[in-house]
């Protein structure tokens, strides 16, 4: 897919930026996907499918059923207007798309839906309009595989490097077992992570693949689906996550090239390393303070504050932490200011970032 690497940064979908991505946001694209409305969400907003293809293996996406997770939509959407570009790619598959399964989340920048559920546990009870309507969806479309696409938090490294893209294959039960649904998921995963080696090496990380019944992966998996789980991750200060995009929408062509030729890996999949709770957004090593050194690892929580998200550090640990990584690593044992007592004990770490000069992003 080299061929989408070169032209990526001209796909209609890239006047699409920042991570405040919502309904409104994507509405021209919806149009000229000929989008049609399949459902509501509990404040009344509507949730659309694309379609794309008439060939024999039906693949259904989603993308923010966590709502503040807009870097897969917007990768998701390059890779639908790759695809658009060159049919041919599609012959084989139709492709079902919901690219906001919930839009008040995606309004409120949370990652609940307006009744604080979490759609991601809400498999088996069923109790939300959003998560009935992509199990309704499924069974409707009764798709050869699924393709379940989120944000991962800026927390996630593998191997003490910052983790950009992970990947699982859900279990479909307690052991773990591998049945055929998963081997074939995992065969894609492994197919993605060979091609993208070459260019993001050291940056792709397997997820944690405990049973989880609630989860929507897992439980597509126990009926038999292949079920691919797709996370964007942070790297360094891109917190517009567009370089993390591009590898995304990579990842979701590559995906189809694997499956339309048959190209599955699966005995890489368990060599992916996996991802591991190693990043702090800020580090700050040998901060004076109080007469010691100290370690303040800073990270930063996501406020939406006119229709922009702003990126507002709080002190997260304190202590020893040079085991940990940074997306942004200082030392301060040079900086010669001094601080009155007790002040770090205060969370918000807005001023420290100010005396640090550290850079405070918005959306
Ligand atoms: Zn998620």
Known sequence: MND?????????SHNITGRYVHVKTISSLLTSFDATQIGESVEKRPIHSIDMGNG????????????????ATKGLLDALSYLKQKPSLLELFTLRIIPILNPDGAAAYTRVNANDIDLNRDAVNKTQPESKLLIETYQA????YCFNMHDQRTIFGV????????????????????????????????????????????????????FNPNCMGDYFMAKGTPTLLFEAGQ????????????????????????????????????????VEKSFVDVLI????????????????????????????????RMGKLDSLQGHKKLDASSQTFTFSNKILEDSNAVWLADMLNLTQYSH
């Open 4 to 12: 989408f690497l070169s032209i990526q940064s001209l796909l209609k």
């Open 56 to 71: 024999p293996i039906k693949i259904l996406m989603w993308s923010q059923m966590h709502g503040n997770e807009s870097t």
């Open 141 to 144: 479309f009764n798709p050869h």
């Open 159 to 210: 191997n003490d490097f910052p983790c950009m893209l992970s990947f699982l294959a859900p279990a479909a039960d307690m052991a773990k077992t591998i049945t055929a649904a998963r081997k074939s998921a995992m065969g894609v995963i492994g197919y993605i992570q060979k091609t993208l080696q070459p260019h993001i090496s050291n940056q792709v990380g397997r997820y944690d693949d405990s």
């Open 235 to 274: 790297v360094e200060q891109d917190y517009a996550r567009e370089k993390t995009r591009k590898w995304f929408a990579f990842s979701v062509l590559e995906a189809l090239k694997c499956i339309s030729l048959n190209l599955h890996i699966p005995s890489i999949y368990l060599d992916i390393p996996q």
């Open 285 to 316: 090593l040998n901060l004076r303070y109080e007469g010691k050194l100290i370690d303040v690892a800073l990270q930063y929580v996501e406020e939406l504050k006119d229709a922009e998200i702003h990126f507002v550090p709080i002190i997260y």
